[in-house]
């Protein structure tokens, strides 16, 4: 038992030295990763297996709550890839959708403006 918590103790003092910025990167990238894999866009031979838009939608949406809050916290040289990745997504989703949104109503894009 004293076993797991002491590795319990370790994760804490573990993650306690890494910066926001990292962490908030890594989760940026965990949801850009996620999404990309429910758009089809995957190297996995099954990728069209994988397409789930209206989970990419959700994941999208997020990411973009994320980066938008992110950004003047974490400056703009490490916002400007997260936005860039979460551009390329959204596109992906709209060109992914058989019905496409209305400008604006994409995923995230209440949050980040209209993507075309």
Known sequence: MSDARFDADDEIRDISEVPAVELINTVAVHFMSAAAVKLGLSDSPNATADIDLDEARKLITVLAGLVVAAAPEIGDQHARPLRD?????????????????????????????AVN
Request: hydrophobic share 30%; aromatic share 4%; proline share 10%.
């Open 85 to 113: 990745g979460l551009r390329s997504l959204q596109l992906a989703f709209r060109e992914a959708s058989s019905i496409p949104d209305a400008p604006g109503k994409g995923p995230g894009e209440k949050l980040t403006g």
